[in-house]
């Protein structure tokens, strides 16, 4: 039994490929991030403008 929990401790095939799948993760996480940041900076500026082109009646 121990002979087997040691093989599967020392195993590390597909190690590289759940480092890349998790470094993928925080890319999107980050990139979502950035884009509601920016999506709510861009309504403001929208609202600027079109209030600036059509001002409120």
Request: glycine fraction near 8%; aromatic fraction near 6%.
């Amino acid at each position: 039994m121990l002979d087997v929990l040691n093989w599967i401790g020392e195993d590390e095939r597909g190690t590289a490929a759940i480092e890349y799948g998790l470094i993928a993760a925080l890319i999107s996480v980050a990139g979502i991030a950035a884009l509601t940041l920016a999506g709510e900076s861009l309504e403001q500026l929208l609202n600027i403008v079109a209030t600036a082109v059509w001002p409120p009646a």
